[in-house]
């Protein structure tokens, strides 16, 4: 079965500041991971995904995430966050091949950026 | 095509009564996902649809929760008997492929009382 883990449960930082979020998975196999934000009465939406290649992937809002697969590990990284990166911040990992379909979720990071 | 739409949006219910939720996913999507959160948690799986076959469902879903997909588009979640450990968020999702990234819905908020 796969799980995943959020080590951040809230973040707090200025605007400008650096940001890293911490994510890793347990699962044997193959994997497609992903970055989901909820923004403020807003619903789930992909900030960025792994499937493979490059382990170094960029996604909207100046986000990118780095897999390290010997870590099981995608953290999530902003050289400068804004006030409107204030949101709820949830990886997520699909099992690829015969065990595909669901995704399943950390218990996701609460960041809020002061201006 | 505008998303994922889900409806009610918001659900107040008395212990013991039954509730249908719906799901419209995106229209070429066959894939259609429920999930269930709670405050201070991730979303966890429920049950997942290719098409109108129910190909997965989780340990989560005891026999008061049933959902159907009956030609392929929209699903229905039903809960029975509902109990107050029922409330939650329960989002629904689609994707074209599956592990490709889903689609989220607003959620329906349920609350029982």
Redesign the interface.
């Known amino acids: 079965a796969q799980s995943?883990s959020?080590h951040n449960?809230h973040v707090i930082l200025s605007e400008a500041a650096s940001l890293e979020l911490g994510c890793n998975y347990s699962y044997g196999g193959t994997v497609?991971l992903?970055w989901?934000v909820q923004y403020p009465g807003q619903?789930?939406?992909?900030l960025l995904?792994y499937f493979s290649g490059d382990p170094l992937v960029k996604g909207i809002k100046g986000f990118e995430a780095e897999f390290i697969k010997s870590k099981f590990s995608f953290n999530l990284r902003k050289p400068s966050v804004q006030w409107s990166d204030t949101a709820e911040y949830?990886c997520?990992v699909?099992?690829?091949g015969t065990n595909?379909?669901?995704?399943?979720?950390?218990?996701?990071t609460t960041l809020t950026v002061k201006p | 095509d505008t998303g994922v739409s889900q409806d009610p949006r918001h659900k107040i219910t008395k212990r013991g009564q039954n509730v249908t939720f719906r799901c419209d996913p995106i229209s070429e999507h066959n894939r259609l996902y429920w999930y269930r959160q709670t405050l201070g948690q991730g979303p966890e799986f429920l049950t997942y649809f290719q098409n109108e076959a129910q190909l997965e469902k989780s340990r989560l879903l005891s026999d008061r929760f049933s959902a159907e997909r009956p030609k392929g588009s929209f699903s229905t979640l039903e809960i029975q008997r509902t109990e107050q450990g029922d409330s939650a968020m329960y989002l629904c999702a689609s994707s074209y492929r599956t592990s490709d990234e889903q689609f989220f819905g607003p959620g329906t908020r349920l609350t029982v009382l």
Do not use: E
């Open positions: 995943v959020q449960h497609n992903f989901y619903h789930l939406q992909l995904k949830f997520a699909n099992a690829v595909a379909g669901k995704s399943t979720f950390g218990d996701g």
